[in-house]
């Protein structure tokens, strides 16, 4: 059963960046997987971020990200980076990773299973 999990969250000012990891277990063929990353501020939906493709590393960005963040998948160690550079307070939230098959959906209820989260804060 495959499992996700996130790291590497903290405390950056804005304009910085950071880096945070979704390690991936409990399946042997990842190809036909692809993992996406969403946000959740206090008191907001949860929101998609961006996507990539196991298989060939194709992705796909919220406009809101787009041109910051990048996406990359590490086969070595199955696990799946969001690189966030030039951050903006509004960046600040609870950073998912979350697996679906195939396409790059950008809906919430086509993901499952779900990480537990890593908190990212960006002071102003």
């Known amino acids: 059963q495959l499992q996700l999990a996130e790291s590497g969250g903290g405390l950056v000012q804005a304009g910085g960046s950071l880096r945070v990891s979704c390690a991936v277990s409990?399946?042997?063929?990842?190809?036909?997987?692809?993992i996406g990353w969403f946000r959740q501020a206090p008191g907001k939906e949860r929101e998609f971020v961006g996507a990539?493709?196991?298989?060939?590393?194709?992705?796909r960005y919220a406009e809101s990200v787009a041109g910051r963040f990048i996406l990359s998948v590490d086969n070595a160690q199955n696990t799946v980076y969001l690189q966030m550079n030039s951050l903006k307070p509004e960046d600040t939230a609870l950073y998912y990773c979350?697996?679906?098959?195939?396409?790059?959906?950008?809906?919430?209820?086509?993901?499952?299973?779900w990480g537990q989260g890593t908190q990212v804060t960006v002071s102003s």
């Open positions: 990539i493709r196991w298989s060939d590393s194709y992705t």
């Open positions: 409990g399946e042997s063929f990842l190809s036909v997987f692809v």
């Open positions: 979350a697996a679906t098959k195939y396409y790059l959906l950008t809906s919430t209820g086509e993901y499952n299973p």
